[in-house]
């Protein structure tokens, strides 16, 4: 197992995120917009109503109060006794550095920032030349690994509602992909400046197949009528990166045709972007990617749903008749930019999906984040899904910020009796870096954490990040 695989991180910079559809729900969608109608439409109620709604609006402000005083007396008390003092001081200093690591990994160029990843792997595994597994008594070596970077559609079609004399308006995904793929080519050009050892020159320790972020919202079909503002057609999206997938009869031949990219020699033009420079797709619904468009869901009128669920229909047909695998985010938090869209994340919407007509058996499909932490109805929801459907896999990204997570996986896999085995062969690594550095200081121990864990065997590991990313991303 000399590869290892993590099929869920993110390299991304500042730039591409869309911070104001963030910052609109955090400050328009909640409180202030309900405390903005509610004094707009005071004058027309009558007297003890309005005393009814202050008082009612007060209230909970009340309890808060009584709450949060007590609770800030008590932490000032306590920055009076010097050793608590120190430790909740430590505990800011902590948080300010994660966060100004996070910005420091986003503002940098990108072949930089995968540079300083790979230096500081070759520095913790100095003399081992590469990452080092262990488990039992043995240990394994990977001196090679595949990161799978899961762009993002950050685009939004709803900045009509956006008060503001200038608007979002597009937020092109094609710039993203560009930088990327010029961090790329940065990293393989200027790596040996930095990275050396006193025998020579190093192979270089990634290799990089990114995923295409797609959000159908952003697309439209050819037969679709035409729409205000410029047209991106969906079937020209798939067609340009991924034509060419579908005479891959065998992972072998995925294999070899994905490895012929030479990111080196980008000569950043997106227009020679195309075919095997993508190994797949990612979703995110809390930007709006609703799996399965269904009545309820919030639209103006049952033809947009009609249109929404067409294209989510050309989509999977798409990825099945290439043989594409499709990530989507899976647990109830992320970049929700619209309270509406929470429920789009749910493993239910795609167990709709997949039971809608028999071939929808052969969608490729990685249900990530195992549903979250906190949710163990969709955790046991995609443990269902796992074990009903053979190509569906998730993976356990951003979860091993807490080294005590692959005790708490084992767990629940052993609880599973019989179906194990089974369960354990559809779970794929994933660090879901950069994102992960809110709650890890880096890149290097979040592999630490899962390398060293005993929760698993090294023959278990094995699975985990090289086996099944290898059958989910059909390379074997
Ligand atoms: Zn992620």
């Not at 990275?195 to 952003?218: D, M, Q, R, Y």
């Not at 994340?345 to 028999?358: H, T």
Request: net charge negative; glycine share 6%.
């Amino acid at each position: 197992m000399p590869v290892f695989y993590d099929s869920h991180c993110h390299i991304m910079n500042l730039s591409h995120p869309n911070l104001m559809a963030l910052l609109k729900r955090v400050f328009m969608d909640s409180v202030p917009r309900r405390l903005i109608w509610l004094f707009e439409h005071l004058g027309a109620i009558p007297l003890f109503l309005k005393i009814l709604i202050w008082f009612l609006l007060f209230l909970p402000l009340l309890v808060v109060l009584l709450l949060v005083v007590p609770f800030v007396l008590f932490m000032l008390l306590l920055l009076l006794i010097p050793p608590a003092k120190a430790s909740l001081v430590e505990k800011l200093k902590e948080k300010a550095a994660k966060i100004t690591n996070l910005l420091a990994v986003m503002e940098t160029e990108i072949g930089d920032c995968l540079i300083q990843l790979e230096e500081e792997l070759r520095k913790q595994y100095e003399t081992k030349g590469g990452l080092v597994l262990y488990g039992g008594s043995g240990e394994e070596v990977c001196d090679r690994i595949v990161m799978t970077p899961l762009v993002m559609d950050f685009g939004l079609k709803n900045y009509r509602n956006s008060k503001s004399p200038y608007k979002v308006r597009w937020k092109p995904v094609v710039s993203q992909v560009e930088d990327l793929c010029l961090g790329f080519r940065n990293y393989y050009l200027y790596r040996s400046a930095y990275i050396k050892s006193a025998e020579g020159p190093l192979p270089p320790l990634f290799e990089f197949h990114p995923f295409l972020g797609l959000n159908t919202v952003n697309y439209q079909l050819q037969s679709s009528p035409a729409r205000e503002g410029h047209s991106s057609f969906l079937e020209d999206l798939l067609e340009k990166n991924f034509s060419g997938f579908e005479c891959d009869t065998s992972p072998e031949m995925r294999r070899i045709n994905l490895s012929k990219r030479d990111w080196s020699t980008f000569d950043g033009n997106i227009e020679s972007i195309g075919p095997y420079d993508f190994a797949g797709i990612k979703v995110y619904p809390p930007l709006g990617f609703n799996p399965w468009p269904e009545e309820g869901d919030g639209y103006p009128d049952s033809s947009e749903m009609e249109r929404e669920r067409e294209k989510v229909l050309y989509l999977y047909d798409f990825c099945i008749g290439h043989n594409i695998p499709l990530t989507t985010h899976c647990n109830d938090g992320g970049f929700l930019v619209n309270n509406s869209y929470r429920e789009f994340s749910s493993p239910e919407k795609w167990a709709k999906v997949l039971e809608q007509k028999v071939e929808y058996r052969a969608l490729r499909l990685n249900l990530a984040h195992f549903g979250g932490a906190e949710r163990e109805d969709w955790r046991e929801m995609i443990a269902g899904l796992l074990l009903k459907y053979d190509n569906v896999y998730t993976d356990i990204s951003y979860q091993g910020v807490d080294r005590k997570i692959y005790g708490r996986l084992k767990l629940l896999l052993d609880s599973y009796g019989a179906d194990r085995d089974r369960l354990l062969k559809k779970i794929v690594f994933g660090s879901d870096f950069m994102i992960n550095l809110q709650d890890i200081a880096s890149y290097g121990k979040y592999l630490q954490y899962f390398a060293e864990t005993d929760a698993f065997t090294l023959e278990e590991k094995g699975l985990l990040c090289h086996e099944n990313a290898m059958r989910y991303l059909f390379l074997m």
